[in-house]
């Protein structure tokens, strides 16, 4: 009887704050939605059925729902924040009427379990029913044909099941900490309980800026490292910087700046200004976490969409780098290669195989003269034992050898040199030597060219042109006679570019090559094809691409929930606002544009500090799409410009739709 | 002269949904010369809070006309109540009406800036006023950090500031204990001594006690009123406290 009573309490109770629970009821219900099609997708049996992304997209997927779980959680107990602190009176009251904590704790219960099941029944419902039609747009995007069949995917269900049982019971767990905190006649008070002014806190705004600035220094010098400079870890480093920076920005930063509008008197005592500043500092104040949380989700969107449309978009240019010709032939032993030579050479005119002779050689170690060098006397004589010993990545460096020919059939270039000449392509910006000393032996440096392209972004890398065939062999024998050679002194190659129009001279060179590997199963070679290199381009770059549009999604409904959550917050602060403010003599109308004007900054600071952090982080990310092989600036700028033309249009929907909430309340 | 003129204002509600309609006032005629200090009472319902927000053109009464130094205040546009408001009028209130987000200095000057004033002249405005109400040693503080008697001088200060024609004030001793009740009156006395007429919706008689004259008004129409003369405020106080006595014993304005 008594238990009918509190579930029909807890029942009107969700009824009654619709307004705040509707939102929330459908941001959980989408998340387990969500959270079960990402779990579906990476265990998925169809998979096995698809020629090509059977192996990556599961592992993508895989990722994604722990990515998605995470944020899941995040943003669940976040928005769970905000009811209870509007529902703060209201629990204040009926402890009040005679309702113990103990009471209230059941009847939060009771809320908590019916939450739940809407959820998970609503939630895995809408996964189950799209689930399938995100896997057909999913093997669309990897150009497939659809798969016929249908699952329900039971591990997923029961995954998706303990997840929401879980974030709903911790969250829980929170709502009775701070009810069994807080006093009653503290729970009354809510939510106006005496505000202070903000205080300038001039360490954190510093402290800020620099982060910023760090941040911002980092990815804008992004192309000065070379080398021994770890690209991933200085990302990592200016992401970090940039997040915690914006929390301060928002916290600390907006705050000193409106103060030093107020100090000025001349600015604030004017008509205009002088609600504004005063009004938006206690915004800030109140809002400070809130807004840098939708700053930092909206770049986290427009990072993730943009970058991996483009690589979506640049996936033939990403075949093309990986993968110039259609079919490519390495082998790791100078003498073996010859035997290669020979059992291919009738046929090389036929498949079109040109026998290039490049090695591509690998050197630990650092540059050991740093001090007293000059530009004429860079020599690379000096591998040294201990370095070699540190095995350390960070100060390891490439050397790629080619002959002139070789050269100018991979890269269109036709130089002519003698024996003792060189043209030297570096991604090593300032690198200008006159002369060059190599595995003992001295070369003229004709031509010295910085090039910020290829793939060896985390180490120095030189390619280095000879003037012929037999020049270059010489290099890699002495390179084999070193006594210390990393990844075993295997790295000797030569390479065959089989670069065929038709797919018939793809099958025959393969079947070739096949037919060698069997008689000779350690014959020294391998080989890869474009056709392989498409199939896992498309499915490692199709998988990004739907999860990138997929954590957009998650990302973007939380942002709108905050949103509108901060709308109706600041309408409850602000009734009381516009009703003095009219007494006191301002026009409604006026009142509305001075709250509008306020109101407008605070919503829409976040989008454009989230538009400059995209510009600062274009250098670093398009590095990074150039460390995955896609080399499109332009591409790229088209990707982000579009991405941010989109999102700043939806974001402004989100604002006019949730704004009439806003000017609802503050009229009432 | 009569700095405002009341004459036959009447006011029926209409209820939102279907046609119940409400009289809150039925015929209110009354004036208030230049430097006087009125304070009008009634029970609660008698239509005084209607009143007061006609008066302050909140609100446009069905019948009647209210002159303000011959201006007819109930025909002003829409678009020039509030400068209407900010060039005449001064508002006390019981709660205050203080913003939390500016500090008791900025409080005050708010209808100065609104108005468009300088620092400058704005402080050379303050200081004299502040002196007067004795807060000039909390300007710097915020509303949450001063007592409620300094809130309400806060709220004098602003409502003078602008030497309006008439101040308006709202039960404004309704939210305070009776020591500072005592003081906000004494300084309402005070303003009038100098001069400034001051009109007082309220209940407490005490406060009522202080004024010139007393309007009573019951079921929407003027039913008694009282001159001070050479009463003192004790003798007053015992005429007021009679006449409430007669008006709650059922007393008729037709008897």
Redo the contacts between chains.
Sequence with gaps: MRNRYYARLALENIKKNAKIYIPYLITSILTAAMLYIIRSLAMNPDYAKLPRGSHTLPKIMNFGSYVTMIFAFIFLFYTNSFIVKRRRKEFGLLNILGMDKRHIAKMLFIETVYIILITLVCGLGIGILLDKLMFMSLTKLIGESVVLGFHISVVSLIITTIFILGTFFLIYLNMLRQIHLAKPIELLSGANA????PKTKIIMTLLGLALISVGYYLSITVNAYYGTDSFLVKMFIAVICVMIGTYFLFMAVSITILKLLKRN??YY???NH?TAV??L??RMKRNAVGLASVCILSTMVLVMISSTTSLYIGIEDVIENKHPSDVRITEYDIEVGDNVTEYLSDHMDNLRIDRLTYAHLFFYGEWTAPKTFTESDYSYDNINENYYLTNNVESAYTVSIYSAGAHSILKNTGFELADDECVIYTNRAGFHPDKITILGKTFRVVRCEYEDGGQEYATDSYDMILSSRDVMLEMLRAYNDMSFRPNNGRERINLYYADGDKAQQETQCIELLDSYLRVHPDGGLYYSTKTETRDDALSIYSGLFFLGIFLGTLFLMETILIIYYKQITEGFEDQK?F?????????LS?VVKSIRSQILIVFFLPLLTAGMHVGFAFPLVNRMLKLLDLDNTGLFVICVLCSFGAFALLYSMIYIVTARTYYKIVKN | MAILEVSSLGKIYTTRFGGNKVQALSDVSFSVEQGEYVAIMGESGSGKTTLLNILAALDKPTTGSVLLEGKDITKIKEKEISAFRRDNLGFVFQDFNLLDTFSIKDNIFLPLVLLGCGYEKMNARLTPIAKRLGITEILEKYPYEVSGGQKQRTAVARAIITNPKLILADEPTGALDSRSTDGLLDVFADLNADGQTILMVTHSTKAASRAGRVLFIKDGSVYHQLYRGNCTNEGMYQRISDTLTLLMSGGDADA
Excluded: A, W
């Design positions: 005496g505000e202070r002014e008197r001349k005592y004017k008509t002088f005063s009004g500092l206690y606002r009703e003095i403010m009219q007494n006191v003599g301002m026009s006026e």
